[in-house]
């Protein structure tokens, strides 16, 4: 069976565990939560590639019913120079399709670290770019809010003062960027998570039909309103009012900062699919 490779992006806290459960749930797709494989071979982590028992990796194989031996297998066979990345990672995706899914592909966050390590285009330079992306972006605000209750910043000092906020919200601003900069229009689908969370039918359905996989009512009304249980949360159905509770926690002033922030720091991509 031919097989096709896809990857849900974003970056942290975009909503991406929620998507990447709904996608996993659709009979025809697999997207593992994050196994950060393709993350071990950029930052030339190939102890930890070979480690089975990492957490990432071992929640995978674990979900997935993967013993641990064809995982390391698959790797050793990398490591020695007998298959390259591109075959492997997609190899990797298919070990975890245990359901004869057409596309097979896993959730990856392309965070501050990644960024500076310039992951997203290494990933694409893996596959040849004959890849296809679904790409979340959540509201500035929204990611900000999400750290703070988190209590820290990423790659900053833990306090949670007006001066970190910017900081990091500058540096989020150049990531996101870079995110879109690489990516493909002809082979995205690019959504928000705000949308996702208001039209939860609407925006699965485009991604299902970008990706040419069953989008009928009756399948769309069994992943959103049955339960489930996904590697790092249980789904109990769409919860509208996390896409704006940002206001809980930001003042005026943090928000019309970080709104003027995004107008004139943040470009679309264009003749994106969900726009």
């Known amino acids: 069976m031919n097989y096709e490779l896809f990857y849900l992006l974003a970056f942290q806290r975009s909503g991406t565990t929620l998507l990447c459960h709904l996608l996993d749930k659709h009979p025809e797709i697999v997207c593992a939560e994050e196994p950060e494989i393709s993350k071990r071979i950029v930052y030339k982590q190939f102890e930890l590639l070979k480690d089975s028992s990492f957490d990432s990796i071992k929640q995978s194989l674990a979900f997935y019913h993967v013993e641990p031996d064809q995982y390391i297998d698959l790797v050793e066979s990398y490591l020695d120079g007998r298959i390259d990345e591109n075959n492997f990672l997609k190899s990797c995706y298919i070990l975890f399709n245990n359901k004869s899914a057409k596309y097979v ?10 960024y500076k390590y310039d992951y997203l285009k290494k990933l694409i330079s893996f596959h040849n770019k004959e ?25 900053i000092t833990r306090k949670l ?12 601003m150049k990531c996101l960027n870079y995110i879109k900069k690489n990516l493909s229009t002809k082979n995205t689908h690019h959504l928000t998570f705000e949308n996702l969370m208001k039209h939860p039918q609407d925006e699965l359905s485009k991604i299902y039909d970008f990706l040419g996989v069953d989008s009928s009512k009756e399948t769309l009304d069994r992943i959103l309103n049955t339960t489930s249980h996904g590697i790092r949360q249980n789904y109990t159905g769409i919860q ?4 704006i509770e940002w206001r809980k926690n930001l003042s005026d002033k943090n928000i019309l900062w970080l709104d003027k922030l995004y ?4 470009w679309l991509m264009p003749h994106s699919r969900s726009f």
């Open 161 to 172: 003062t007006d001066f970190n906020l910017k900081i990091f919200a500058k540096r989020y």
């Open 105 to 114: 592909g896993a959730k990856e966050v392309c965070d501050l670290t990644a």
């Open 240 to 243: 509208e009012e996390i896409a």
């Open 263 to 266: 107008k004139k720091s943040s």
């Open 131 to 155: 890849i296809k992306f679904v790409f979340i972006e959540r509201d500035i605000k929204g990611v900000v809010n999400s750290f703070i209750k988190l209590g820290f910043y990423p790659l």
